[in-house]
């Protein structure tokens, strides 16, 4: 019997053994298909293939498969060929251990300057979250009325004030609102002020919430920190 050793028709690595058939029209004689030789191919380490070239067979590197890491950025490399090494690629088979690393001397460490880039921008991220919850509560009241009502509240409180301070003050603005509701200057402007200092007691409470995560926002020293800062 002779043996065989078959070989991927475009990659040319060994992929099997096995035995060869006799020649129907030529007893003695032994069929050699395409893509197999009589030749063994050699013993092969980790990340290494045989492959069959010229004639013979040569030992390749053989990476394919196998987790990589660009030692540039981190991100996941993959090896597509036979003969690629991770060097030839920028790559290495440890694993990053966080965003905060950068290859250096054949080794993942520590990397200040990603450390301080990444802070920053969990400290942006902080302050967005801050932001929208402190728009989202001061809204609270403001969204039951429209706009153009909510425009007229500063005049409507100056002229309520002014009235109350001297009852011979122009009071155009709440003098129609009063005509229009059917009751009285002194009813509205009492009303107008005393929802104006309710308002301010509320939206100062809110102002006071968003300046205190502010502050802790810009003292964070880690991003756990930041990370921990909501709007509650």
């Known amino acids: 019997m002779t043996t065989i050793y078959n070989y991927h028709p475009d990659t040319n690595e060994y992929l099997s053994t096995a035995p060869a058939d006799v020649s129907p029209l030529q007893p003695g004689v032994w069929l050699i298909p395409a893509f197999a030789t009589q ?3 050699p013993a092969v380490g980790a990340a290494q293939v045989a492959v069959f070239i010229g004639g013979g067979w040569q030992v390749k590197p053989d990476w394919r498969g196998v987790p990589l890491y660009s030692t540039t950025d981190g991100s996941v490399v993959e090896i597509v060929a036979v003969g690629k090494t991770p060097l ?10 966080s965003p905060q690393h950068s290859w250096q001397t054949g080794a993942w460490v520590i990397d200040p300057a990603k450390v301080a880039a990444q802070l920053e921008s969990a400290r942006g991220r902080a302050v967005v979250k801050v932001n929208d919850g402190y728009t989202a509560a001061i809204n609270v009241i403001a969204a039951e009325y429209p706009e153009t009502e909510r425009n007229s509240w500063a005049k409507q409180e100056a002229e309520a004030r002014a009235w109350m301070a001297n009852n011979a003050a122009a009071t155009p603005l709440l003098s129609a609102i009063a005509t229009a509701r059917g009751t009285s200057l002194a009813d509205i402007c ?22 205190a995560l502010m502050l802790r926002v810009a003292s964070a020293t ?8 909501k709007w509650t």
């Open 39 to 41: 030749l063994a191919p």
């Open 88 to 97: 030839d690629v920028g790559a290495t088979e440890l694993v990053p251990p």
């Open 190 to 211: 009492a009303r107008v002020i005393a929802n104006a200092d309710a308002y301010a007691v509320y939206a100062g409470g809110v102002i006071g919430k968003r300046q």
């Open 222 to 229: 880690t991003q756990v920190e930041l990370e921990a800062i």
